[in-house]
C-alpha cells in the first residue's frame, strides 16, 4: 500500500504518490461543491452569495489551521528518510496532541472574531445572517479537520498517501447524504449544509486516527509520545507557523479583495463563488504533485540523498507546466458552462462576471505551477520561512488590485488579483530555491 520514495525514479514515484492524493484534494473539495450546488439550487442565489462570503474567513481560520498541522508532520517525514523511528514517534505523538489542544483554542477565538470580520469586509445585508449562521456552525469543526489533516499528514509522511482517500470517500459520502437530508428535506438551509460538514469531517477523523495509531507499522505511539515535549514543540511550531502565517496572510488579502468584491453586489459575490469552484478543481492536479513532492523531498533530505532532490523538482516543474496549459484550455472554454451548476437560473450580470473571471485567471495559470512546485519543496525541505514571504507577496498583490486598481479599472481589477498575487509570490521562491539547490549540488559534490 506504501509508496518507495527513497529509491527508483524521481518523477514515478512522485507521480505515483501524487495520484491518492490529488483523488483526496477532489474530494476534499466536493465538500464546497457540493455545499455549493445543493445550496444554490435549494435555497437561492443569496444563500450561495452568503456561502462564498465567508470564503476568505474561513481561509483565514481554517486556512490558518490546518496550516500548523502541515508543519508539524515535516519532522515525521524527515525522521522515517534518516531511519529514526523513536524520533519519529516523538514528533508524531506530539503533532496529535498540538493539534487538538490549538484547535479547540482557535474555535474559541473564531466565534468572537467571525462576526466582526463580516461587517469589516462589508458584507451586504442582505446575505449578512446567513454567512454568519453558515461559518460559526463551521469553525465547531475546526479541531477535527486539524486532527484529521494531522492524521493524514502522519500517513502520508510514511509513505503510505492511500488509505486517507478511503476515510475522505467515507467523508464526502455522509456530507452527500447529511446535505440531501438537512438542505433538501429538512429545510435547514446554510446551517444544514454546515451542520453535515462538521459531521462528515467527524466520521473521517474517527477512522483515520483509528487507522494510524493501531494499523502503521512503523509507527508505535507511546503515551508519553502524546504529553508535550518543550524541544519538540518549539520546533514544530518553528515549522508550523510560518505554513500558517502563509494561509493568514494570503487569507487577509482575499478579506481585502473580498471587500472590494462585495461593491458589486451579490451577482458578484455568487459569480466568483461558483467560478472560484471551478478554479479549485483545476487546481488540484498540480497541487497534487507539489504535496507528493514535498514527502518525496522530506524523506530524501532525512537521508541525505540530494540528487534525487534536485532531478525531481525539475521533472515535476515541467509536468506542472504542461499541467497548467491543459487547465487554462478547460477554465476558457468549459469554465463558464460549469458554472451554470451552481444556479438553477442565474442572471446574465452573474454569467458575465464569471466569465471574464476565468478567461482572465486562464490565460496566466503558469505562474500557478510555479508556486506550488517551489512553495511545497522548500516546505519539504524544512524550509517554512518561505511559505510566509510567498504569503507576503500574495498579500501585496491582492492590496494593490483592491485599493489602487480596483477603482479605476472595476471588476476588471478584481479578476486580475489572483494573477498579480501568484507573480509576487513566485519570485522570492524562486530565488531562495535556486540558492538551495546551489547548497545542494556542493554537497553532492563534497560526497
Known sequence: MKNDLLSGKPVKSVVLFALPIMLSSLLQYSYNFVDNIIVGQYVGTQALAAVGNIGAINSFIIGTALGLTSGFTIPVAQKFGAGEYRKMNNYAGNSITLSLVIGISIVVVAHIISNPILRLINTPDDIFKLSADYINILYFGVPIQMLFNNFTGIARSLGDSKRPLYFLILSVLVNLALDILFVGKLGLGVRGAALAT?????????????????????????????????????????????????????????????????????????????????????????????????????????????????????????????ISVFCSAVLIFAGPYAVRWFVSNPDAQMISYAKQYLYTIGGCYALVSLLFVFRNTLQGLGFTYANAIAGVGELLGRMLVSFLLTPYFGFAAVCFAGPVAWLLADLPLIFIYLKKKRMFKSLIEYK
Open 198 to 322: 462538521v459531521i462528515s469531517y467527524f466520521a473521517a477523523c474517527v477512522f483515520a486516527g483509528v487507522f494510524v495509531l493501531k494499523k502503521e507499522k512503523e509507527l508505535n505511539i507511546k503515551k508519553s509520545d502524546l504529553v508535550p515535549n518543550k524541544k519538540i514543540f518549539a520546533e514544530q511550531m518553528k515549522l508550523g507557523i510560518p505554513v500558517s502565517l502563509q494561509f493568514t496572510i494570503t487569507s487577509i488579502g482575499s478579506m481585502i479583495l473580498q471587500t472590494a468584491i462585495n461593491g458589486f453586489g451579490s451577482s458578484a459575490i455568487a459569480a466568483l463563488t461558483a467560478a472560484g469552484r471551478v478554479e479549485q478543481v483545476m487546481n488540484i492536479p498540480m497541487s497534487g504533485l507539489g504535496v507528493a513532492n514535498a514527502t518525496f523531498v522530506s524523506q530524501n533530505y532525512g537521508a541525505g540523498k540530494y540528487e534525487r532532490i534536485i532531478k525531481s523538482v525539475n521533472n515535476i516543474l515541467i509536468l506542472d507546466l504542461l
